[in-house]
Every structure is written in structure tokens, then in C-alpha cells.
T-cell receptor
């Protein structure tokens, strides 16, 4: 158990809908990362927050947004869902920003868009 | 942009034997970190080992060791005394130190599916 929690574990929804994925980082970790894992794209970095502020953006679509709240939990919002958004979404956390700080991954949320 | 290549989609190893999973990387930066993660069938990503580009010694963590050859830009994972529980997908990843923004994030390879045979 990495200490990072993600809810829900599974999510099935229809195209055009909007969903929110939630992540609670490990106790004491200030940095939260979101990743998408799909069969065709592999594991891709989406976005990073550090202590409530956005720090880096990767291959995140405009239909997707995220935020980190004062209690450090984070939410990833996916809207106008398409079939291609079906994937495993991971949240990871690390204590700080440095390169040597390994990221601990949550169990993931498996999103299926039908 | 940095790139990670894992050329072995699948590998088989006999229980109790050692196995090497290949990883090569491409970057013009001098400061970077290399990571290996394990993803069992249950889906979670488990951190295994880290190697910094300036580290002179190869990293080791229990049965895991990283064979770091900087000139060849390779960072192979060696698992000694394989166990059935080692069957999983293994990902090599890299982060750049000096860059900012998204370039500092983990870039993953396509993974190697390891199957340990009894």
C-alpha cells in the first residue's frame, strides 16, 4: 500500500458525460501528479500540482482540468467524454519537487466510456 | 525531448533465476534520474529503484539492481532469484533535473511483461 488513495476504483459512463476523479496523497506529500495509461498511448503525464499550485502540464486535453485543494487532495475533472478517454488514471504523490523524490502511485481509477 | 525505449515486450524467466530487463534512454541533458516501476495485474504502480545520472555506483534495492551504463545510455534492471510474484509489467522511466515544467516529469517506456515460470 503506497499510502495514496484514489476514488472511485472503477467508473463507467457514457460519451459526452463529465466525471471527477479524486486523489488523496500520502501524508506529508505536497506534490500531486496525474497520469493516464491507455493501450495506445501508454503511460502519459497529465498535470502536476504542488501545495495547491499548478506546476507543470503534460499531454492534458482542454476538456480535462484538475485542482489541488488546501487539504492537498486533488481532483481530476474530465468532461465531454469520448470513447478514447477510456483508460486507467493514476494519481501519484511525492514529498517535494526534487528529481530524486520518487513518486508513489495510487491504485488508479479505471474509466470506461461507452 | 527525452525518450525511453524498452525493446522487450515480453520476457520469460525460470523461478530462482536472474533476469535482465533492458532500458535505453535518449536525452541531451546531463542531469537526470532513472526509475523502474512494477505494475502487477492488479494495476498499481510500485516504485522499485532509482539511479541518478551522477551516481557512480549502480543502485541496488534488495533483489533489484540497476545496471547503469551512461555512455551507452542504458539503465537495465536486473532481478536476481526471480519469484512467481515478480510476474508483472515493468516500466523504465526518466526525469530531467535541470529542465522546468513538463520536462521534469516522468517519461515512461512502453514496458516489458515479465512472466516467471515455476
Amino acid at each position: 500500500d503506497s499510502g495514496v488513495t484514489q476514488t472511485p476504483k472503477h467508473l463507467i459512463t457514457a460519451t459526452g458525460q463529465r466525471v471527477t476523479l479524486r486523489c488523496s496523497p500520502r501524508s506529508g506529500d505536497l506534490s500531486v501528479y496525474w497520469y493516464q495509461q491507455s493501450l495506445d498511448q501508454g503511460l502519459q503525464f497529465l498535470i502536476q500540482y504542488y501545495n495547491g499550485e499548478e506546476r507543470a502540464k503534460g499531454n492534458i486535453l482542454e476538456r480535462f482540468s484538475a485542482q489541488q485543494f488546501p487539504d492537498l487532495h486533488s481532483e481530476l475533472n474530465l468532461s465531454s467524454l469520448e470513447l478514447g478517454d477510456s483508460a486507467l488514471y493514476f494519481c501519484a504523490s511525492s514529498v517535494a519537487l526534487g528529481i530524486t523524490y520518487e513518486q508513489y502511485f495510487g491504485p488508479g481509477t479505471r474509466l470506461t466510456v461507452t | 525531448a527525452q525518450k525511453i525505449t524498452q525493446t522487450q515486450p515480453g520476457m520469460f524467466v525460470q523461478e530462482k533465476e536472474a533476469v535482465t530487463l533492458d532500458c535505453t534512454y535518449d536525452t541531451s541533458d546531463q542531469s537526470y534520474g532513472l526509475f523502474w516501476y512494477k505494475q502487477p495485474s492488479s494495476g498499481e504502480m510500485i516504485f522499485l529503484i532509482y539511479q541518478g545520472s551522477y551516481d557512480e555506483q549502480n543502485a541496488t534495492e534488495g533483489r533489484y539492481s540497476l545496471n547503469f551504463q551512461k555512455a551507452r545510455k542504458s539503465a537495465n534492471l536486473v532481478i536476481s532469484a526471480s519469484q512467481l510474484g515478480d510476474s508483472a509489467m515493468y516500466f523504465c522511466a526518466m526525469r530531467l533535473l535541470g529542465a522546468s515544467g513538463s520536462a521534469r516529469q516522468l517519461t515512461f517506456g512502453s514496458g516489458t511483461q515479465l512472466t516467471v515460470l515455476p
